[in-house]
């Protein structure tokens, strides 16, 4: 049984970067689905940036509602918590975010470094592009060739979306659909079909939708 009815996270590993006072800061952000990803995710980007002087990070993680940040030598509550505010206030989770720093030789002071690095998380956050992730069925329905063109038109418009047909002397139809929407599609289903057909929900997982309403 999943937890949620939705929640948000990053839709891809992706990075962007700024300079302030001839300071660099490189963002990477990735999504991930356990502490452990996280952690290797960040020795990843330390190792390639070994020679940097700072490489803070900061990750939520939904199972278990783990968050963690360092500030890596920066000073304390100018880096990581800055970093872990980004994916809060956004509410995003199973994210990490790593802020890399070559330092430029000019001090940035405590609110310069809050702003630079809050900048630069936020800057890969959005290249990593924010989605929601709502929970569905996966559904399959079987119906003959006559009625193929209504059910697969009355998915789309209930919110659902096909992910596969198979045609043999039947069709065979794998969809997937809200799971708060299910029972309503199914009423509507059996309206459209006298009552002769019903779709049979396999699973449940999370998928990328946008919020509606239908």
């Known amino acids: 049984m999943l937890s949620y009815e939705s929640y948000k996270t990053v839709e891809k ?9 001839r300071s660099r800061f490189i963002g990477y952000c990735k999504p991930v689905k356990t502490e452990e990803e996280a952690i290797q995710y960040i020795n990843s980007i330390k190792s390639k940036h070994w020679d940097a002087r700072h490489n803070v ?3 939520c993680i939904q199972e ?3 968050k963690r940040y360092s500030d890596d030598g920066e000073p304390q509550g100018t880096a990581g918590v800055p970093v872990l505010e980004v994916l809060t ?7 990490v975010v790593v802020v890399t720093r070559y330092f430029g030789g000019i001090l940035l002071g405590t609110g ?17 592009n ?24 009355l998915i789309p418009q209930s919110g ?32 459209a079909t006298c009552g002769e057909l019903c779709s049979n929900a396999e699973y449940e997982d999370y998928f990328a939708m946008e919020e509606q309403q239908v």
């Open 57 to 59: 990070y900061a990750y």
């Open 89 to 95: 206030k956004n509410r995003i989770t199973d994210v």
């Open 130 to 153: 924010i989605i929601n992730m709502i929970r569905c069925s996966v559904c399959t329905l079987v119906c003959d060739y006559n009625r193929y063109g209504k059910v697969s038109s």
């Open 64 to 66: 278990g509602q783990i």
């Open 112 to 128: 310069g470094l809050v702003r630079a690095y809050s900048a630069s998380a936020k800057k890969a956050v959005e290249a990593a």
């Open 160 to 191: 659902g979306i096909i992910d596969e047909s198979s045609f043999g002397s039947d069709v065979s139809i794998t969809f997937h659909i809200r799971s708060d929407y299910l029972e309503r599609f199914n009423r509507l289903l059996a309206d």
């Open 13 to 21: 590993e992706a990075n962007d970067e700024l300079t302030e006072k």
